[in-house]
């Protein structure tokens, strides 16, 4: 099974800029889709970005316009870049894939995202 690290996070003030990095053990390339999610102090967990093999994007309402998510199937790596960040992003991050039957049920530690007003 292949196995997602998230890296990236850290402190940032509003209005600043993180990227994020999930690299995959093995390759990705055939992954129907890939998604980073988020999940804020209690709250659930969201979907935040999803890109699908083809290059399809799609985006949460509260990241659109800011957040941008891309792959580099060579490298077995996705991306997060975000910008013009909120106090409202604070949460830890977390990638995911999709093999074609739906985001799988194990979960990476994820990487912590926080956001100074």
């Known amino acids: 099974q292949v196995r997602l690290v998230e890296s990236g996070g850290g402190f940032v003030q509003a209005g600043g800029s993180l990227r994020l990095s999930c690299a995959a053990s093995?390759?990705?390339?055939?992954?129907?889709?890939m998604g980073w999610f988020r999940q804020a102090p209690g709250k659930q967990r969201e979907l935040v970005a999803r890109?699908?093999?083809?290059?399809?994007?799609n985006y949460a309402d509260a990241v659109k316009g800011r957040f941008t998510i891309s792959r580099d199937n060579a490298k077995n790596m996705v991306y997060l870049q975000m910008n013009s960040l909120k106090p409202e992003d604070t949460a830890v991050y977390y990638c995911?894939?999709?093999?074609?039957?739906?985001?799988?049920?194990?979960w990476g530690q994820g990487t912590q995202v926080t956001v100074s007003s």
């Open positions: 995911n894939l999709d093999p074609g039957n739906g985001w799988r049920s194990t």
């Open positions: 890109i699908s093999s083809g290059g399809s994007r």
């Open positions: 093995g390759s990705i390339f055939s992954v129907n889709a």
